[in-house]
C-alpha cells in the first residue's frame, strides 16, 4: 500500500467539528493544506479555523457526495462516525484511518476479538444481551467487574461497575439494558498510553509513552516519560504497532494500555488522535496533529521525538477561567462558548527538560 | 499603562491576512480567541484559518467602521498600515501595538531620529530629496552607502548600494525619485534580531536573539543562538526592551541589529511579528505569536524560554516543493497559492539539543 502525497493546497475533509477536528485543521494549516468541516451541530470548534464548514446530517447522502467533491482526503475526529456515511464517501473520496479501523473500535466486543486474534492480552470479557447472561457472566468474570455498553460509551459514560452482591438486575437497567460486554477487573500498576502513527507507506512512527491520571472517568493528567522501564515502554510501542499493521492503518493511532505484573493489557484504542498525545504539541517538533494530516495526505511521517519531559492536564468547564494567568505553561483552549461542568475546554501543557525530575 | 484581559471567545482583529497574519490567526485560536482579518486582497493566506475575513479597502470607513464593531482588539501584521485607517479605528476600538509605533517603522527617518534620540545608535544617515540633497550626503556620510526610500521598502526593495564613482544621478532614478535616506556602511560581523514582547502591564519580555543570514536582500536563515558573547546578547535585549518602553508600546517587535567591534547598532524596528522570529514556534514553549496576543490580549507575557537550538530557513518560491519531504524538521507553509519566484511560501525548523553545536 503506498499513495501519492497530496500538494500543499489540498484540502483535508475531517469529520466532526469538535476540539479533536479543530487541532487536526490548525495542523494541516501549518502544512498548507486547505480543510473542510462536516459536523450536524452548529458553531464547531473546527469550524473557526477552517477554510470551510458542512452543517448537514451523518445521514444526508447530497450533502456527503458534495463534500466529497470538495476535499481530497477524508479522516475523523471521532470513532463514532455513522459507516452509512463511510460507505457514500469511500467510493468518491479517500478515507483514511478507513472503515476497519472504525468498525473495530465502535463496538467493544470487536475490538477485544480483534486484539485477542492477533495475540494481544485483555481484560476478560462477555458478550451481554441480558440479566441471564450476565449473571451467567459474572459467576466466571467475578467481581469487581464493569458493565459497559458495547457502543457509543466514552469518558465513563454507559458504565457501571459491579462488587460482589451488586444486582444484576439494576446493573442492566443503567446501561439502559444496551448491548454490553461485562469486562473483569485488571489489577493494574498505572495506566499509559501510546500514541503512535503509521504512514502511507506502511512505516511506524510512536510517541514516547505518557502515564494517565483519571478523575471521574474522564482523562485528568497525562506525564510523560511513564515511569515505567524502557524494555516495557517498548513493548507498548511495539503492541502498538503490530495493531497499525493488522489494521493496514493510515493515520494517528491511540492505544491505552494497563501495566500489569505479569505485562501489559489493552484497555481500549481510538483510531484517532487522543487527548491524552495533546502533550505532544508542547513536547515534541512534530505533534500528533501533524502527524495524523502528514499521514492521510502520504507525506512521509515527521520526527517526533521528545525533547522535554511533559505533563498536560486538562481543563473541565470552569477550570478555563484560571487560562489566561498559567504563564509558565502552554495554554490551549477550544472555542467552545458554553463552560459546563465536566466539559473538556482545553488542556494546558508544562515542559521541562527531559531527565530533571519533577 | 493597564487594561482588563479579553476573555477567552472574544475576537481579535488583524488588518492584513498575509503569513504573518495567519500565523497571528492560528495562535489567537489556540487561546480561544476567534479571529476577524481585514485584507484588500482577494483569498488572503490568514482568511484560511480565520472566523471572518472581510474584502475592502484600507481607506473604506464604513468597512473599517463595521471590523470595528465587530471586534475586541485590533492588531496588524505589517508596518504600512494606512494610518488614516487606524485614525479610523482607534476611536472605536483599541489598536496595539498602536499608532506611535507605526509613524516611527514606517519613515525610515523618523526611526533613526527616535533611536537616536534615546540613545541607541543606528548607521549615519542624511534625509534625501534629489540629487543635490545626495550630492552633499555622500561627501559626508561617504561610501559604501545605501540609498533607501523612506516608505515602503521591504526585503532589499527600493535600495541602492552606492561605492566610490557610483552616479548620484542614477541612484536617485533607481529609488523613483522618492523622498529617501542616505544610509552609511556599517562594518559589522554579524546581524542579529532580537523578538521582544511588551505586555498591557508593561512587563517586557524578550527571546535569546537569533543571528541572520540574508541572500539578495531577503532572510535567508536564522540559527539560534547568536554567535555573540553573552553580554552583548543581554545588550540586545536591554537595547529592545528600551524601544518597548519609550514607544509605550503593546505586543511584539522585531529589532534588527548590528553586531560591531564598537557595539550594537540598531538597523531597523519592525513593530510586528518577525521574520527572524518564526523558529520560536518550533523551539520556545510559548512563540512569538501567541506572545503577541496575549500582550494585545492584556494577558499576561507566556514563558518564552528556549528549549532548544534552532536553525529556521525560508522557503522561497518553489522551495517549498520539497517541504513534505523534510522530515527532521518541522514545516511550516502559507497556503499561497501562487509559488512566484522569491515569494516567501513557507519556513523550515531543525532543533537540537541547548548548547549541542550543529
Not at 145 to 164: C, H
Not at 263 to 288: F, K, M
Not at 325 to 349: D, F, N
Request: charged share 25%.
Amino acid at each position: 500500500m503506498s499513495f501519492d502525497p497530496l500538494a500543499p493546497g489540498s484540502t483535508v475533509g475531517i469529520l466532526g467539528g469538535g476540539q479533536l477536528g479543530r487541532m487536526l485543521a490548525l495542523a494541516a494549516a501549518r502544512l498548507g493544506m486547505k480543510v473542510h468541516v462536516y459536523e450536524p451541530a452548529p458553531e464547531p470548534p473546527a469550524g473557526q479555523v477552517a477554510n470551510k464548514v458542512t452543517r448537514a446530517a451523518w445521514d444526508d447522502a447530497d450533502a456527503l457526495a458534495d463534500f466529497a467533491a470538495g476535499v481530497d482526503v477524508v479522516t475523523y475526529e471521532f470513532e463514532n462516525v455513522d459507516l452509512a456515511a463511510i460507505d457514500v464517501l469511500a467510493p468518491l473520496v479517500p478515507v483514511r484511518p478507513g472503515r476497519r479501523a472504525l468498525e473495530v473500535a465502535q463496538d467493544r466486543i470487536a475490538e477485544k476479538d480483534f486484539l485477542n486474534a492477533i495475540g494481544l492480552a485483555t481484560a476478560p470479557y462477555a458478550a451481554i444481551d441480558g440479566t441471564d447472561t450476565l449473571e451467567t457472566a459474572l459467576e466466571a468474570i467475578g467481581t469487581p467487574s464493569i458493565l459497559k455498553t458495547r457502543r457509543l460509551g466514552y469518558d465513563g459514560k454507559g458504565q457501571v461497575r459491579l462488587d460482589a452482591g451488586s444486582s444484576a438486575d439494576a446493573a442492566w437497567l443503567s446501561v439502559g439494558k444496551a448491548p454490553s460486554v461485562l469486562e473483569g477487573f485488571v489489577d493494574f500498576e498505572r495506566e499509559i498510553s501510546v500514541i503512535a502513527a503509521r504512514g502511507g507507506d506502511g512505516s511506524v512512527a510512536a510517541f514516547d509513552p505518557g502515564e494517565n491520571e483519571h478523575r471521574d472517568g474522564i482523562l485528568h493528567k497525562t506525564t510523560v516519560p511513564a515511569r515505567v522501564p524502557a524494555g516495557r515502554a517498548q513493548d507498548a510501542v511495539l503492541l502498538a504497532g503490530k495493531i497499525l499493521t493488522e489494521l493496514d492503518y493510515v493515520g494517528v493511532i491511540g492505544v491505552e494500555l494497563f501495566v500489569t505484573r505479569s505485562g501489559l493489557v489493552v484497555n481500549e484504542i481510538a483510531p484517532r488522535v487522543h487527548n491524552s498525545g495533546h502533550w505532544t504539541e508542547a513536547a515534541c517538533l512534530i505533534d500528533q496533529f501533524e502527524q495524523h494530516i502528514r499521514a492521510i495526505c502520504g507525506w512521509p511521517l515527521g520526527d517526533g521525538a521528545r525533547h522535554s519531559d511533559a505533563e498536560m492536564v486538562n481543563l473541565l468547564g470552569s477550570d478555563a477561567e484560571a487560562a489566561p494567568g498559567l504563564t509558565g505553561a502552554r495554554v490551549h483552549l477550544y472555542g467552545k462558548a458554553e463552560a459546563r461542568p465536566g466539559r473538556k475546554m482545553g488542556h494546558v501543557t508544562r515542559i521541562r527538560p527531559r531527565g530533571a525530575g519533577g
